[in-house]
């Protein structure tokens, strides 16, 4: 079955040190969405790629950065994790001309000691 | 400012108990309302997406419906296992914007 992966599902992380969440998909879709959700909030959108084309967010910190070596694969990588970081990170696809219909991996939950 | 606004926060029912949730929205020239399931601990999943008013869409126990300024899931007869949070989003330049989510339970 196509879909979004998300490796690794939980991720513990000392503050200050930088961590990398991957995510695969195998829709073949040109867009690619990182979000960060805390504890009964809504999604909040980091950054996406539009194809190559990366879009970042006007209030997403300096500190979070992300890579789109191809089609299949986004990563996200947190430069010096604080605690305030976190969260459930979500990974979602989407093809322009398809509605934006977005599909979402099952998500890398962090926990920053 | 776009926005999206979810009524109840928080709803439960008992099993077999119809009920609806509301989606408000303001957007400039909606593209799409999307509606999602959300179970703990997992990332969102598609049911369903609206682009007119007017617009409905079934599957299973839920259906949504779209007018110019709402949307609502209505949920029949529901089962313990349609407990989870539903998320409403509209589409803008590409990107959803979320609303916070009511939290469906039903006990039996």
């Known amino acids: 079955d196509a879909m979004v992966i998300q490796n690794p599902r939980y991720q513990v992380t000392q503050f200050g040190k930088p961590v990398t969440l991957s995510c695969s998909q195998t829709?073949?879709?040109?867009?690619m969405y990182w979000y960060q959700q805390k504890s009964s909030q809504a999604p909040k959108l980091l950054f996406h790629?539009?194809?190559?084309?990366?879009?970042n967010e006007a209030d997403t910190p300096d500190n979070f950065q992300s890579r789109r070596p191809n089609t299949s694969f986004c990563f996200l990588d947190i430069r010096s994790p604080g605690l305030g970081d976190a969260a459930m990170y979500l990974c979602?696809?989407?093809?322009?001309?398809?509605?934006?219909?977005?599909?979402f991996g099952p998500g890398t939950r962090l926990t920053v000691t | 400012e776009d926005q999206v606004t979810q009524s109840p926060e928080a709803l439960r029912l008992q099993e077999g108990e119809s009920s609806s949730l509301n989606c408000s929205y303001t957007?400039?020239?909606?593209?799409?309302l999307f509606w999602y399931r959300q179970d703990p601990g997992k990332g969102p999943e598609f049911l369903f997406t609206?682009?007119?008013a007017g617009e409905e869409k079934e599957k299973e126990r839920l259906k949504a419906t779209l007018t110019k300024k709402e949307s609502f899931l209505h949920i029949t007869a529901p089962k313990p296992e349609d407990s989870a949070t539903y998320l409403c989003a509209v589409q803008q330049g590409g990107k959803l914007i979320f609303g916070q989510g009511t939290e469906l339970s039903v006990k039996p």
């Open positions: 829709l073949n879709h040109n867009v």
């Open positions: 790629y539009y194809d190559k084309d990366f879009n």
């Open positions: 609206l682009y007119s």
């Open positions: 957007v400039s020239g909606l593209r799409g």
């Open positions: 979602a696809t989407s093809r322009e001309g398809q509605g934006y219909e977005q599909y």
